[in-house]
């Protein structure tokens, strides 16, 4: 059984950057493909940026550009470098990870075979 825990969240003014963590136990992060979802306030639950095993990657268009997915598979940790925040980035942020898929597919589902319990970002001034 693959267990997830977030941490990094916080309070970030805009225009700033964070960098959450997402360490697994109980079985390598080797086999999964692995992405980070969102979700505001409000609104359906979006994903954010997905890796595969080889290191493809998938971003939305909202973060391409700001934000960028990397794995560590000696730590067994993944990690989301968030850069150039905004408001509108405020929202709880989950690592999910499926045995079997691709990046386009897993950030484009919010059903995954293992989710983190989330940490909370809050961009304001």
């Known amino acids: 059984q693959l267990q997830l825990v977030e941490s990094g969240g916080g309070l970030v003014q805009p225009g700033g950057s964070v960098r959450l963590s997402c360490v697994a136990s109980?079985?390598?992060?080797?086999?999964?493909?692995i992405g980070w979802f969102r979700q505001a306030p409000g609104k359906e639950r979006e994903g954010v940026a997905c890796i595969s095993s080889a290191g493809s990657t998938n971003y939305a268009d909202s973060v391409k550009g700001r934000f960028t997915i990397s794995r560590d598979n000696d730590k067994n940790t993944m990690y989301l470098e968030m850069n150039s925040l905004k408001p509108e980035d405020t929202a709880d942020y989950y690592c999910a990870a499926d045995a079997v898929t691709t990046v386009e597919h897993m950030c484009a589902s919010s059903h995954h075979d293992y989710w983190g319990q989330g940490t909370q970002v809050t961009v304001s001034s």
């Open positions: 109980g079985l390598s992060l080797d086999y999964f493909v």
